[in-house]
T-cell receptor
């Protein structure tokens, strides 16, 4: 089955700086890669996703890049703000196989004002 | 759009009793819903895939007789934890996938319910 590794497990950045979280996956057939943000005790919120036919996608301060050959994808947050502090999860799935998500271990991001 | 609700938001039960958790898609029909479990400071682990009108598909290691899933309609899936024990205490979250894409997302996104915190004493 799919295995998703996520690094780092914790990340502390100064407000205004950029944050980068990296994930690797094992199943070369995975073709859908979402990122979720989860605040303490709350539901995971989808913030951006990318399909394997695209190498990069951006939405305001958030961007995701995908390297299919190396089987890794990254989340980039620019101009970080204190409200970006949360746990971020990457995930991978095969769209044609029921879209079961396999999650990475999570990254706890702290943005210091 | 794409709102998923769960009920109850938290529940405390005694060891040996059963607890039912409901997951509803409020503004769309979901032929497939997913149930996850999340322990403190850990990631989400998929327990089972719930398919409307058919049996759920359980992940390896998840006891199907202990975690009963019923997906009786296109907007409702239920998870029943039978004979609960303290080790079943966790945060249970469901998710559902809308049938149509919602820009800027790709069309395969899953939306999560708010979760149910189960404490077994």
């Amino acid at each position: 089955g799919e295995n998703v590794e996520q690094h780092p497990s914790t990340l502390s950045v100064q407000e205004g700086d950029s944050a980068v979280i990296k994930c690797t996956y094992s199943d070369s057939a995975s073709n859908y890669f979402p990122w979720y943000k989860q605040e303490l005790g709350k539901r995971p919120q989808l913030i951006i996703d990318i399909r394997s036919n695209v190498g990069e996608k951006k939405d305001q301060r958030i961007a995701v890049t995908l390297n299919k050959t190396a089987k890794h994808f990254s989340l980039h947050i620019t101009e970080t703000q204190p409200e970006d502090s949360a746990v971020y999860f990457c995930a991978a799935s095969r769209m044609a196989a029921g879209n079961k998500l396999t999650f990475g271990g999570g990254t706890r991001v702290l943005v210091k004002p | 759009g794409a709102v998923v609700s769960q009920h109850p938001s938290w529940v405390i039960c005694k060891s040996g009793t059963s607890v039912k958790i409901e997951c509803r898609s409020l503004d769309f029909q979901a032929t497939t819903m997913f149930w996850y479990r999340q322990f403190p400071k850990q990631s989400l682990m998929l327990m089972a895939t719930s398919n409307e009108g058919s049996k759920a598909t359980y992940e390896q290691g998840v006891e199907k007789d202990k975690f009963l899933i019923n997906h009786a309609s296109l907007t409702l899936s239920t998870l029943t934890v039978t004979s609960a024990h303290p080790e079943d205490s966790s945060f249970y979250i469901c998710s559902a996938r809308p049938p149509l894409p919602k820009p800027p997302f790709s069309g395969y996104e899953q939306y999560f319910g708010p979760g149910t915190r189960l404490t077994v004493t």
